[in-house]
């Protein structure tokens, strides 16, 4: 038997992505075909966008339990959410949780550091990079977190709810995101995560400067290892 994992959706693109590898990857630990059950719940991201645009973490997080207590009486045993961003909520909100919770960050710094990196860029929107929700599970690692320039972060921003969120992937996008990477290499970093689930969608390992740190797949995989736990 294995556990019935849950997915708290944000934006469709980096769920979908998440949902896609716990199915397709799961067939390596399960056999062919197989993988664990999994529910998803999808609030729609203007009701996300709202209170994170006012800085709301309480209300984001209330959104989340919502979502987990619907997906506990459809029966799952641990929860993912896909979106780094609400990940500065989920703090906030485990101990109330009816269910468990996988964190991103925690799942990608713990990579990081099998990996012996030092010092990472890491991008996302606006919210996530100038927030500590990476920072703060890097550090005890030794794992120095560095984020793009105010005006970088800004475009990331803008590129990621006005495009990638909507499933475009424009060659400008990418040679643009590709440059930021660049200047984080330049700054002294060995890696970079990908710390919007849209952004590997955009950039391989193959298109950065950089290894990639690829949060949603990181997240998906790391939910696999505990069904089958």
């Given at each position: 038997?294995?556990?019935?994992?849950?997915?708290?959706?944000?934006?469709?693109?980096?769920?979908?992505?998440?949902?896609?590898?716990?199915?397709?990857?799961?067939?390596?630990?399960l056999g062919r075909h197989a993988h664990p059950e999994v529910t998803m719940h999808t609030f729609s991201l203007a009701d996300?966008?709202?209170?994170?645009?006012?800085?709301?973490?309480?209300?984001?997080?209330?959104?989340?339990?919502?979502?987990?207590?619907k997906l506990q009486k459809a029966g799952v045993d641990l929860l993912i959410s896909p979106d780094n961003t609400v990940h500065q909520a989920i703090d906030l909100v485990r101990d109330r949780s009816p269910l468990p919770w996988l964190h991103i960050a925690q799942e990608v710094a713990a990579v990081a550091a099998e990996r012996r990196f030092k010092r990472v860029l890491v991008l996302g929107t606006r919210y996530l990079m100038e927030s500590p929700v990476y920072a703060a599970k890097l550090a005890p690692r030794g794992i120095e977190a560095v984020i793009p320039?105010?005006?970088?972060?800004?475009?990331?921003?803008?590129?990621?709810?006005?495009?990638?969120?909507?499933?475009?992937?424009?060659?400008?996008?990418?040679?643009?995101?590709?440059?930021?990477?660049?200047?984080?290499?330049?700054?002294?970093?060995?890696?970079?995560?990908?710390?919007?689930?849209?952004?590997?969608?955009?950039?391989?390992?193959?298109?950065?400067?950089?290894p990639t740190l690829d949060s949603t797949r990181i997240l998906a995989r790391a939910a696999l290892r505990e069904a089958v736990r």
């Open positions: 038997m294995t556990r019935h994992v849950g997915i708290v959706g944000v934006s469709a693109e980096g769920a979908a992505l998440c949902y896609r590898t716990v199915c397709v990857e799961g067939a390596a630990l996300y966008m709202r209170p994170i645009d006012a800085g709301d973490w309480g209300a984001v997080g209330d959104l989340l339990l919502a979502s987990a207590a320039p105010p005006e970088d972060r800004e475009r990331i921003n803008a590129l990621t709810l006005d495009e990638l969120v909507y499933g475009q992937f424009k060659a400008s996008t990418r040679s643009y995101f590709k440059n930021v990477i660049a200047d984080g290499q330049r700054r002294g970093c060995d890696a970079v995560v990908l710390g919007c689930t849209e952004f590997p969608l955009l950039i391989s390992e193959a298109d950065s400067p950089l």
